[in-house]
């Protein structure tokens, strides 16, 4: 991820501000058959809904703030940024749709979208920690700069990436929106996770109500141990900056904890106090 990517969560408002938008060189109305929507938009879901209702209001104010697209060839576009404005736009009859044309990598428009969605807060669950991980994973990045380009906290993006060790069944769920984020927290690394996800719907049981039903699990799962990949990917990389062995651990709940510093020496812990006081 280079300096421009790191630049992309704080540069985002202006790369979708409809204030100088016409006054871009950039900015054109093009032709809605011209365009194509993103493969990798880590919005996969768009209720039908709020596409009718946005349609509704494009027939009645025109398209208010331009999409953002990227050209792939002579005669065709990939949307960066607006698919949700383009398809309500081709619900309500438009053949054209104003348009900021940018040239970006296929590093940064991913992230872009990514950022954008989290901004409005149109991806579920499910759909933010796929981008998180696919960024972790297909990317030149890690925790850190993620956490920067994002503004996410670096335990945000570990906590949502540990939703995907989740059975696709309960995944689902998730995203039809049977299941809230605390419930799915609840349920990872249970071994009946599945029965207790149908439960908890079929009863309409409390987070707090699941948590308790495996509370007893989790003790004697972390008597053992256990701890997960991606934790252990934060202590690794914390340890080598700080030159220090360190754990990281979580509550039951996954949403507080502690960080423990490992020191072999009192020079070593005379070392850490100082930079402590720092």
Request: aromatic share 4%; glycine share 4%.
């Amino acid at each position: 991820m280079n300096l421009d990517n790191k630049k992309l969560g704080r540069g985002l408002g202006s790369l979708l501000s409809s204030e100088s938008a016409k006054d871009d060189k950039n900015f054109k109305f093009i032709n809605i058959s011209e365009i194509q929507a993103n493969q990798n938009q880590p919005r996969k879901n768009f209720k039908k809904e709020d596409l009718e209702d946005l349609a509704s209001s494009i027939k009645s104010q025109g398209v208010l703030q331009p999409i953002v697209v990227r050209l792939i060839n002579n005669n065709s576009y990939e949307i960066i940024a607006g698919e949700r404005r383009w398809r309500s736009a081709q619900i309500a009859g438009l053949h054209e749709i104003p348009a900021l044309i940018k040239n970006m990598t296929d590093e940064a428009v991913n992230e872009a979208a990514l950022i954008e969605n989290i901004q409005r807060e149109n991806l579920n669950a499910v759909e933010e920690a796929k981008a998180y991980q696919d960024i972790i994973n297909n990317k030149n990045s890690d925790y850190e700069m993620l956490s920067k380009t994002v503004g996410k906290s670096k335990s945000h993006i570990s906590n949502m990436i540990r939703l995907l060790d989740l059975d696709q069944e309960i995944l689902d769920y998730i995203i039809s929106g049977k299941l809230s984020m605390g419930h799915a927290r609840a349920l990872i690394g249970v071994p009946n996770a599945k029965e207790l996800a149908k439960e908890i719907i079929a009863k309409k049981l409390s987070v707090r109500q699941i948590e308790k039903n495996t509370a007893n699990f989790k003790k004697t799962k972390n008597k053992k141990n256990f701890k997960d990949p991606n934790i252990l990917d934060l202590e690794k990389e914390l340890s080598e900056k700080i030159g220090l062995k360190t754990a990281i651990h979580f509550n039951e709940e996954g949403s507080s904890g502690s960080l423990t510093l490992f020191y072999s020496d009192l020079d070593q812990l005379d070392e850490i106090m100082k930079r402590l006081k720092k």
